[in-house]
């Protein structure tokens, strides 16, 4: 039986359409609304808008639920690894064993840059952000790849693991670039997290071979950054891809997108804040009360979602794995103290309890990664890598949907009425 809303508006009524998805999410489909009432709707930031229908990811952010094409992340943060998970957000199933080695054969033949790609390096500024630099440098791989809305299905497959190969490397040699440090060339031995932590620390003259548990760790922290369904980064991907623009430069796009403070930029700005918090010598009660005086301009980063209003699961998950981590490799942060006593107090706090302000996943994500050696600057960076197979998966999906459309949104006009000229000495 088809549904349907009803609107009614003045003295006309009208049937909307009702689309069930395949876990009873109902959404009302408008898209015939302004042509039938003169009206549009206005929802700012989105919050209540569905832009798509989509296959990927499953998220109820009141039951604190997350899953990727059907497995729950806590399944796959315990068998998985990034590789695998990316396989399966990108091809909508879990690959066999003959699938996934191709896979790893692609990553590791891509993983070098064209040699004429370290002039581009040396263009930046030493100190530039490496986010500045990974964006740039994605775009850059559209100068010599196809343009992928032409290409076949095969090269789809191609171009996203050229470019889930490649930005680990952009990754590790903006870094280097950062630092003034010779680039280290990928090592075909390598699998890929262990080949990443190998281009970020080897010198020409000794190489990093990161322990197995600091590989683990940095597996679960991308792997647990892999998808989150139409946030802020995937929207601006699927925004820039729904014009026909090539993977890369759309890709490109999302990681402006993730760079700001209030998406993937907060695992920086929770580092910083609990470094501020600690050597102030704030208690996490005045941090609170501060966090809650709206006149400060200050948040608690790394609290608060736009979808779960329940608990995050991956930041019980790094939560877990952030004690775990640490007292494996010795590491005694206080920073782990200070964001623990944050968050105790915050749970029982009036103020966020009533909003519904949880941990995200950024709020253990720094300390787990600064424990692993990763300087600050490249959290963001990390999670860009992360993200790369869920942002491929959101174009593809795209790229196959014959009903996608350009994506163009209305607004509702607060300028001035017709003015008239007025020549300038009038003025
Ligand atoms: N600290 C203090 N107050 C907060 C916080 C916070 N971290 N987050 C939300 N609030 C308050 C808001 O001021 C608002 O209060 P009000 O109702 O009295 O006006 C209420 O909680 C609702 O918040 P919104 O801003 O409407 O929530 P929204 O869904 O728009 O924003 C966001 C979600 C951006 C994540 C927000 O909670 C935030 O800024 N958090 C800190 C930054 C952060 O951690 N970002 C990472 C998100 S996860 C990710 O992108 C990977």
Redesign the pocket.
Known sequence: MTRTATLTYGDQTIELPVIEGTEGELGVDISQLRAKTGLITLDP?F?NTGACQSGVTFIDGDKGILRYRGLPIEQLAEHSTFVETAWLLINGKLPNRAELDQFSKRLTKYAPLHEGFKNHFEGFPLNAPPMAILSAMINTLSSSSCDGRQAPEDDIDELSAKLMSKVRTIAAYSYRRSLGLPFIYPDPKLRYVANFLHMMFSMPYEQHIASQEVVDALNLILMLHADHEQ?CSTSTVRVVGSSKANLYASCAAGVGALWG????G?NV?VLEMLEAIHKGGMSAAEALAL??D?QSGF????????VYKNFDPRALILKRAADKVLERLGVRDPLLDVARKLEELALIDPYFVE?K?YP???FYSGILMRAMGIPTSMFTVIFAIGRMPGWIAHWKEQNQDAASRIARPRQIYTGPTLQSYTPIDQR
């Not at 403070?261 to 993937?264: A, N, Q, S, V």
């Not at 948040?299 to 736009?306: E, I, N, V």
């Open positions: 930031g919050g946030n403070p209030l998406h993937g907060a700005a966090a809650k709206k948040k608690l980063m790394g609290f608060g979602h736009r909003r302000l995200n996943v950024d």
